[in-house]
């Protein structure tokens, strides 16, 4: 048995980008460990993770004691091989001081010498999904221990049925609605790490999807962003519009996103745990190339994405305000028919 270190400790989407990686990992070879070290806030979700068989919390930054105890944590757990899926001096800093034999991570930074196995990769240039880049590195891994590479399926994340069918009760009675309807999700919110639509916008697109399907709006809610829900409800004027804004964790709120029949947001934690489930997902991403939809494509199956973006010009390429979602509705309302058809055949 191999002990393998994984590393992903930075926002919950880059994350949730990881999990395919870490799948490949252990479809490969199931006598793998995979331990990962992430930050305490999505530590529950990496516990949660069905690849990995344990979790180490990192030092919050610039905490020179917790990092020391980081340090003597992983020491003490005599790691075979570690790959860093996200390289900075934090993370090189760790490696190097742990002395783990096998060090792979990208080679894109000064700080990849230290590093003994590296895996050139230009993420700058965009030119494939973030979680592409993931799974090179999981391959690189792969081929230089010569274990057989297994590729990974979605759903990356998924619950028992029955858990679903609970929390999807659970839901009715909180939110007073029922299953007789779509459940749509949507996620005003950004987390401080992207650009999103503006309220305006959003209220805009929710009165148009209800114009056409008779369906529930479920917004969502981080812990500092329920007033913006609040606020877009307030502007959409719609009984069917709703708030979920009280869930208990990650994982509970993981549980509900099951339960989406479609998941609306900007480039966000959210949009990429909606896709771990195979949720159908629309998305509203920035036209500058670090922020593309190609480079942040969920995990879901293709043909379950669908991807907006502003004209691709300096002026408008980080400004969401720029699309007209007048014109978008006609495609939103046809992805959002034609997956729900396909799920319904099911």
């Known amino acids: 048995m191999m002990n393998v270190l994984v590393i992903r400790n930075d926002k919950l989407g880059d994350f949730m980008l990881a999990w395919p990686a870490f799948a490949m ?10 331990t990962a070290l992430v930050p305490s806030y999505t530590a529950e979700l990496a516990r949660a993770c069905p690849y990995l068989d344990d979790v180490i919390i990192d030092a919050p930054k610039n905490d020179k004691m917790a990092f020391q105890r980081v340090v003597s944590e992983i020491k003490a757990r005599q790691f075979d091989a570690m790959i860093s899926f996200f390289s900075n001096t934090h993370n090189a800093k760790l490696a190097w001081k742990c002395r783990i034999p096998y060090r792979l991570a990208p080679a894109t930074k000064w700080v990849q010498f230290f590093y003994n196995h590296r895996l050139t990769q230009r993420r700058s240039q965009s030119a494939k999904p973030e979680f592409e880049y993931n799974l090179d590195l999981a391959r690189a891994f792969l081929r230089d221990h010569k274990i057989p590479v297994v590729e990974p399926r979605t759903p990356y994340l998924s619950f028992e049925q029955s858990a679903v069918e609970i929390q999807r009760k659970f839901l009715c009675d909180q939110l007073r609605i029922d299953t007789s309807k779509k459940w749509i999700f949507l996620h005003s919110g950004s987390g ?77 934690g959210p949009l990429h745990l909606s896709g771990a489930l195979n949720v159908p997902t629309i998305g509203f991403y920035p036209s500058r190339r670090s922020a593309t939809p190609l480079r942040w494509q969920p995990i879901n199956d293709a043909h379950k994405h669908l991807a907006f973006c502003p004209p691709n010009d300096k002026a408008s390429q980080t400004d969401l305000t720029q699309i007209k979602i007048e014109e978008k509705l006609e495609e939103i309302i046809g992805f959002m028919t034609k997956v729900w058809h396909a799920a319904d055949k099911e």
């Open 192 to 268: 401080g790490s992207a650009n999103n639509l503006s309220l305006t916008q959003y209220a805009q697109l929710i009165r148009g999807v209800l114009h056409h399907f008779d369906a529930y709006v479920i917004l969502t809610a981080g812990p500092t962003e329920s007033e913006k829900a609040h606020e877009l409800a307030e502007l959409v004027q719609d009984s069917r519009v709703v708030i979920y804004d009280k869930n208990k964790g990650l994982v509970d709120f993981a549980l509900s996103l099951a339960c989406a029949d479609v998941f609306i947001a900007g480039s966000t």
């Open 25 to 34: 990992l252990k479809a490969s070879d199931p006598s793998l460990k995979l």
